[in-house]
């Protein structure tokens, strides 16, 4: 992955066998990206890379991140259940996101469409950290795989390090594990995941 915030605009993100060619959807998306990212630098808000990507940070929280997939391009808010979302143009990124936390794009006119609110939904959250303030936790229930409660059952270290975890990276083992369809499919998995639960990382991190 990219450590350079620049490289991302001009290589990719790093993360995929398309970086740096023309096939990156970075590139691709290279206008789009642009324009919020100047949205973004007129806000004053602090630019470095995260997790590949560009992170916008304000008062020492991040603020929101962007994205770019084959077939889109997204703004997504950190705290995001905080925001009012007035116009409505708040996104969910999946069927297990818990809260609307993106805008996403298809074309780069519609950054320039929605500039004002860009600005006003970066400004809110600009507030929000400014003031400490920060959504109220929910406490919600995972339930675990049978395979996976199995495994921390039998192995006294994984079932330590999965409890440390926290919900969201807990969520990340579970949705992977639910998404095959076959009980042997996830003790492979399991297996293959020990080591990154002992590390602390979710399933998707590197």
Known sequence: MI??????????????????????????????????????AELKLVETAKWGHPCYMHADRNIAILGALRGDFRLTFFH????????????????????????????????????????????????????????????VEIELPDELADALMGDPELATAFQKLTPGRQRSYVINLNSAKASATRIARIAKFRSHIIAGKGAQER
């Open 80 to 139: 995001a259940a905080l925001l009012k979302d007035p116009h409505g143009v708040l996104e969910k990124q999946g069927p297990n996101t818990r809260h609307p936390d993106m805008i996403r794009f298809t074309d780069a006119a519609r950054v320039t469409k929605l500039a004002p609110t860009i600005r006003a939904y970066l400004q809110e959250a600009m507030q929000y950290a400014e003031q400490g303030i920060k959504p109220p936790k929910e406490h």
């Open 3 to 40: 450590t350079v915030v620049n490289d991302f605009f001009t290589k990719g993100c790093g993360r995929c066998d398309r970086f740096e060619t023309p096939e990156c959807s970075a590139r691709q998306w290279a206008t789009g990206l642009a324009a919020l990212r100047k949205i973004c």
